[in-house]
């Protein structure tokens, strides 16, 4: 058994007060943070749960976890997603999940972008667009889509998020520095099917069943909807006539391609997985051009872990129930730092002794 802190960034009412309801779209709700520490209780372990705001350094230091189970998001900066997992290493504690070089990296889709390309991974062309001023490359084709350079869970994407002129592109781009008040990155948009692809693992990772994102119509693209559990909080503080976003997606999985498609789909995922030095787990996004390349959009290492969502979903149509999914993600993590589960056998001995069990050079707590 091991003792686990759940780190986390939970959606505040303060939030769902002013501005686009997307600014709570990388934050997680009660009911996920619930669902995590039940699995992962399921899996034997002892869970702590940690806000990580400002003082999370000193939440891990008089928790003393074994390993930290990292899903924050961070709370400022371009480079947000990186400060747990570097607090963890400063403090010597094990952690699910990437490094922070790579969350950094991730969480930067243009310089995601670059490592790509010298890895000789297809990903549309792009530009990034910090000022109005900036004129468009002329290199760069409409349509073209308008997107947060350091932000996912469609943050900042709209219907109008597709241009086809510049008038329409600067629009945008001045809507997104405006009010989201970081820059924006353009790129060819990918008319073609759309995947989204599960990856757990290490030295040997494996890719879970693929998901097909199916839209009702042309140019669709992925908006951000709130959580169901969340709509009453935003109709508390923003009335109850307030509008949510109408879905225009599905999901199937696994998705209905070839075996050659599948086959690649599955090795660019890997590769890409690599390339970025992803650990663990991570949810990769792409799309099948017209002239069948496969274009890599963006990877998530620190993926949406609801029960409801994609990576869950995929992870059931390989088998494997939630509770396994997030006890999976862990024991890859125990394993890296050279930890093990306890067996079933003994840990009620562990339980009561607290000690520390080795086997085979490796210990298991």
């Known amino acids: 058994m091991a003792k686990v802190a759940l780190v986390y960034n939970m959606i505040q009412t303060s939030m769902l007060r002013n501005g686009p309801l997307d600014l709570v779209a990388e934050y997680d709700g009660e009911e996920t943070i619930s669902a995590l520490k039940a699995a992962l209780q399921a899996g034997g372990h002892e869970v702590i749960l940690l806000e990580a705001n400002e003082a999370i350094a000193e939440k891990l230091r008089s928790a003393h976890p074994h390993i930290v189970f990292n899903i924050a998001e961070g709370i400022r900066g371009d480079s947000r997603e990186s400060h747990v997992p570097a607090i963890c290493e400063m403090l010597g504690l094990p952690y699910t999940g990437s490094g922070p070089l790579t969350l950094a990296l991730c969480l930067d889709k243009a310089r995601a972008k670059e490592i790509l390309t010298y890895y000789h991974i297809s990903t549309p062309p792009f530009q990034v667009f910090r000022s109005l001023e900036e004129k468009l490359d002329s290199q760069l084709r409409f349509p073209l889509i308008v997107k947060l350079l350091h932000e996912g869970s469609s943050m900042g994407l709209a219907e109008n998020s597709v241009v086809d002129n510049e008038a329409t592109l600067k629009r945008q781009v001045e809507y ?23 990856v757990l693992g290490n030295e040997s990772p494996r890719v879970l069943p693929i998901i097909e994102v199916v839209f009702s119509k042309p140019r669709g693209i992925v908006l951000f909807a709130p959580d169901d559990p969340v709509k009453p909080l935003i109709q508390q503080e923003r009335g109850a006539d307030v509008q949510f976003p109408k879905t225009s997606h599905y999901a199937v999985c696994p998705a209905d391609t070839s075996k050659e498609l599948a086959y690649q789909i599955e ?37 949406g872990i609801d029960p409801s969502y994609w990576l869950p979903r995929a992870a059931k149509a390989a088998g494997l129930s939630y509770e396994s999914l997030v006890n999976e993600i862990l024991d890859c993590a125990l394993e890296r730092a050279g930890l093990w589960a306890t067996p079933p056998e003994l840990q009620g001995i562990v339980a009561l002794t607290g000690a520390s069990v080795t086997f085979q050079g490796a210990k298991r707590w």
Do not use: S
């Not at 890997?270 to 390339?275: E, G, I, N, V, Y």
């Open 176 to 198: 997104l520095l405006q009010v989201y008040h970081q820059p924006a990155i353009v790129e060819e948009f990918i008319e073609g099917r759309e995947f989204t692809v599960g």
């Open 267 to 303: 090795q660019i995922a890997l590769k890409a997985f690599r390339a970025l030095g992803c650990r663990d787990w991570c949810r990769l996004e792409m799309r099948l051009g017209p002239d069948g390349t496969l274009y890599v959009l963006e990877l998530n290492p620190i993926a």
